[in-house]
């Protein structure tokens, strides 16, 4: 158990609706980093969160927004959903924001759009 | 920014062999090269990183090795077993602002891995 939890486990929603993922992050973690994977497709990088502010930002679509809150967790929001948005959607910690710390990962988000 | 390439794809050994998989960074600026592990259905592990000052990092069966001038690291498992059967990702660090450290990590699309009995 890496001590960064994600709700829910598993989503099935349909095309053109909107979800909200959650993640909190290990206990004394700032920053938290958003990833989907795709069916035989690696991790692709979103966006990443550091007390609260945005910090960097990957292939993530505008459909697509995420917040960090006061006590830390974060939210991923996925809107106008399309059957493409089926993935694996994780969350990770760290410490800092720095790239070279290490990223501790959730169990993941299943969504399932029908 | 950043790209990441790693091969093979799949690889199958049998239980005992040694397994290699190599990354191929572009960004010099890289300086932090993590391995995860994930079984399926699960989330990534870290199992070893590498820094950019080593060359090498050992951790009983797992090694990774880094070359700078090549810009490629490499992850070995001696003895393998079944239990060492799953997906392996490699990572490099993908710094954003010159000089400094803020950025995130780019993932390479991953080796399957399967240790045949």
């Known amino acids: 158990d890496s001590g960064v939890t994600q709700t829910p486990k598993h989503l099935i929603t349909a095309t053109g609706q909107r979800v909200t993922l959650r993640c909190s992050p290990r206990?004394?973690?700032?920053?938290v980093y958003w990833y989907q994977q795709s069916l035989d497709q690696g991790l692709q990088f979103l966006i990443q969160?550091?007390?609260?502010?945005?910090?960097a930002k990957g292939n993530i679509l505008e459909r697509f927004s995420a917040q960090q809150f006061p006590d830390l967790h974060s939210e991923l929001n996925l809107s106008s959903l399309e059957l493409g948005d089926s993935a694996l959607y994780f969350c990770?910690?760290?410490?800092?924001?720095?790239?070279?710390?290490?990223?501790?990962f959730g169990p993941g988000t299943r969504l399932t759009v029908l | 920014g950043e790209n990441v390439e790693q091969h093979p794809s799949t690889l199958s050994v049998q239980e005992g062999d040694s397994a290699v998989i190599k990354c191929t960074y572009s960004?010099?600026?890289?300086?932090?090269f993590p391995w995860y592990k994930q079984e399926l259905g699960k989330r990534p592990q870290l199992i070893i990183d590498?820094?950019?000052?080593?060359g090498e990092k050992k951790d009983q069966r797992i090694a990774v090795t880094l070359n700078k001038t090549a810009k490629h690291f490499s992850l070995h498992i001696t003895e393998t077993q079944p239990e060492d059967s799953a997906v392996y990702f490699c990572?490099?660090?993908?710094?954003?602002?010159?000089?400094?450290?803020?950025?995130?990590?780019?993932f390479g699309k991953g080796t399957k891995l399967s240790v045949k009995p």
């Open positions: 990770a910690s760290s410490f800092t924001s720095s790239s070279t710390d290490t990223q501790y």
């Open positions: 206990s004394g973690d700032l920053s």
């Open positions: 969160y550091y007390n609260g502010e945005e910090r």
């Open positions: 960004d010099s600026a890289s300086n932090y």
């Open positions: 590498i820094r950019s000052n080593v």
């Open positions: 990572a490099a660090s993908n710094r954003l602002d010159y000089g400094g450290s803020q950025g995130n990590l780019i």
